[in-house]
């Protein structure tokens, strides 16, 4: 199979050509570029309750429409650990699939509008800072902050993450030394 950087693997002897989905690595990601991830997510009621459920969340906010209806909001809001969760997860595919080596952490999250059941969720990453590392050469912190809104552009979450991601080079020669450590 190929690196991911698209080139093509055993292109000789008429072998077929294969390109690995990944990320961004840390010199190709642009500080200031609006990365949009598509598609979006429409949440279920089932997504709701499986997630509220599985992590033991006895919210009755998530769980219980009736009592639900006579709330603010007059109806069962969407976990918001769940929106957080799909947030991040939307930008994956396009930014750090096989290019992060650790999520270093979240800051500043808030959730300014529910989500509710049946509601898109679109998300947004904007790059607002990098550094390569100091102490760790071939490796460097991004700064990432994702923007959640719903199908009508009503931003319902914010996030700020901080990751520590390979440069193409150092992974490179990771992945190499992982081939020869194998080989052995």
């Not at 930014?95 to 998300?123: C, R």
């Not at 979450?157 to 390979?166: D, E, Q, V």
Request: charged content about 15%.
């Amino acid at each position: 199979m190929s690196g991911g950087d698209g080139a093509a693997a055993g292109s000789t002897g008429g072998e077929p050509q294969v390109i690995e989905q990944r990320g961004l690595y840390f010199e190709e990601l642009q500080e200031g570029v609006t990365y949009a991830h598509r598609p979006g997510r429409t949440v279920t009621e089932a997504d709701n309750v499986l997630f509220t459920t599985l992590t033991m969340n006895t919210q009755a906010l998530h769980l219980d429409a009736a009592w639900s209806a006579g709330q603010p909001f007059g109806q069962r809001l969407v976990n918001s650990m769940f929106t957080l969760a799909t947030m991040v997860g939307q930008s994956v595919s396009q930014l750090t699939q096989g290019t992060i080596i650790a999520q270093l952490g979240l800051a500043d999250v808030s959730f300014p509008h529910p989500l509710f059941h049946g509601d898109t969720l679109y998300t947004e990453t904007v790059i607002s800072g990098k550094r390569l590392s100091g102490s760790r050469p071939g490796q460097g912190i991004v700064t990432m902050e994702h923007t959640g809104r719903n199908q009508d552009g009503t931003v319902v979450a914010l996030a700020t993450r901080s990751c520590l991601m390979w440069t193409r080079e150092a992974h490179a020669k990771q992945e190499e030394h992982g081939q020869e450590t194998m080989q052995s």
